[in-house]
């Protein structure tokens, strides 16, 4: 199935990415959740509207309702104020020409009435007569019955994961709960003898590991479980041990380290004894070798262990995989172009995934530079980075003032 490029027998990111996701059966457990639980859940199934927004015409300005009976009222025009609308008390009197309301921004428009003039524009000649300083147009100032909504359509679609707008709109048609797709459970581990937690102290040869935390601040994001196995030594019986607990708990397993081809890479091994296992030589940098494949129940990650390479497969490969099997119908992370201030050493045959600073220059031009050393150890190019600068596998060196696509770490949501 591993169609490897040509050239330097390692596999193009896109390709793995469309295996990846091929090989992937999305969720189809559903559960209603409270809207108060549904912000960063994916939707199981369309929701369509039980009733239009705003149920009624109403005033988008605090001013006169008015009866026009052609399509315009001339400025000048004296109207008797025959009654008052507040938001939320609708009146039952039909207005006829030459009367009008006093209208509040919100207030259903009372019948007879056909458009709106803002308060700012009305002469108060006494406590029951205007006139108008300007042209009133029909229609004008009124928000109209089902303008936002339609009673009926589809309004949020089945696989979108539920921005805090989107719980706004569902609160807007009355819903208090909402269908979503279960959430995922997810167990990380870190693989490698020379590890350590953070906290505990630290002997020669080893350091503090900091996949496990990271994996787990990123797929928390997502709003997934996560099973957290900490870290496991370089061998094969307990790496088994682990691989076996974590199976039965989750629906992905993720595991860092031991993934290449060094005396104490475990990772593939054992998966293959226990489940199945693509494994891949990818064409990007940093990141090289990953697993994937299938234990018993669950699906399985093996990224690789330094730490900017496990970042960069998960963002580029575990997350498109983890949203598609969440339900999730859009998972495309978009690029934007930017200009780089400095020239970036790349040589063909890999794309790379450099890590960099945009901003937004004095011409209102997007442009981007290196944060600097861009090792696969180096994990501050990370944190001190907004985006990364996507170089493409068969670009080379990059001069200044070249175009370059870039993809944003968006706090919000983006990279999770
Ligand atoms: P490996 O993929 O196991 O060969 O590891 C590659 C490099 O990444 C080695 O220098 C490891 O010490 C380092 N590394 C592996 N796992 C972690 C981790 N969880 N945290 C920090 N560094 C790690
Ligand atoms: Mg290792």
Redesign the pocket.
């Known amino acids: 199935m591993t169609d490897v490029c040509a050239t330097n027998g390692l596999l193009p990111l896109e390709d793995a990415i469309a295996q990846l996701l091929n090989f992937i059966t999305p969720l189809t457990d559903s559960q209603s959740v409270p809207l108060a639980q549904a912000a960063n859940r994916v939707l199981s199934d369309d929701v369509v509207s039980p009733l239009h927004i705003p149920l009624h015409d109403n005033s988008a300005m605090d001013g006169y309702a008015l009866v026009l009976s052609a399509d315009t009222l001339e400025l000048g025009s004296e109207l008797n104020v025959v009654a008052k609308v507040l938001a939320g008390h609708p009146i039952t009197q039909t207005l006829q020409a030459g009367e009008c309301a006093r209208i509040m921004t919100g207030g259903d428009i009372p019948q007879g009435c056909n458009a709106v003039i803002m308060q700012e524009q009305v002469e108060v000649l006494d406590d029951h007569r205007i006139r108008l300083t300007a042209n009133v147009t029909c229609g004008q100032n009124i928000r109209p019955m089902g303008q936002d909504i339609t009673k009926g359509d589809v309004i949020l679609a089945k696989g979108k994961r539920l921005n805090p707008a989107d719980i706004g709109v569902l609160a807007s048609m009355g819903l208090a709960k909402v269908k979503v797709t279960r959430s995922l459970n997810v167990a990380v581990l ?3 003898d ?2 350590v937690e953070a906290g505990q102290a630290l002997a020669c040869g080893q ?6 935390p990271t994996l787990h601040a990123v797929l928390d994001r997502l709003g997934v479980n996560v099973l957290n196995y900490g ?1 496991v030594e ?1 061998d094969e019986a307990k790496l088994m041990q682990v691989f076996n607990q974590a199976d039965q708990a989750a629906d992905v397993v993720i595991t ?5 081809v ?1 005396e ?2 475990y990772t593939k091994k054992v998966l293959e004894t226990l489940g199945q296992l693509q494994f891949w030589k990818l064409a990007i940098k940093p990141g090289k ?1 990953f697993a994937f494949g299938q234990l018993k129940n669950s699906y399985f990650i093996g990224l ?4 900017v ?2 970042l960069v497969t998960l963002h580029q490969l575990g997350l498109p995989m983890l949203r598609k099997l969440s339900g999730e119908s859009l998972y495309e992370k978009p690029r934007l172009t930017a200009i780089t201030t400095e020239p970036l050493r790349k040589s063909p045959g890999r794309c790379d995934f450099q890590r960099g600073i945009y901003q937004v220059n004095a011409q209102g031009q997007l442009e981007v530079k290196s944060t600097g050393a861009q090792g696969s ?1 180096l994990l501050t190019s990370m944190s001190q980075a907004n985006c990364y600068i996507v170089l493409e596998q068969e670009r080379g060196r990059v001069a200044a003032g070249e175009r370059v696509s870039i993809e944003l770490f968006d706090a919000a949501l983006g990279y999770f």
């Open positions: 870190s693989t490698g020379e590890l350091l503090y590991e900091s996949n496990t870290i370089d860092s380290g031991g993934v290449s060094g104490a890479d070798p690789p262990g330094n730490p390479s496990a150890g």
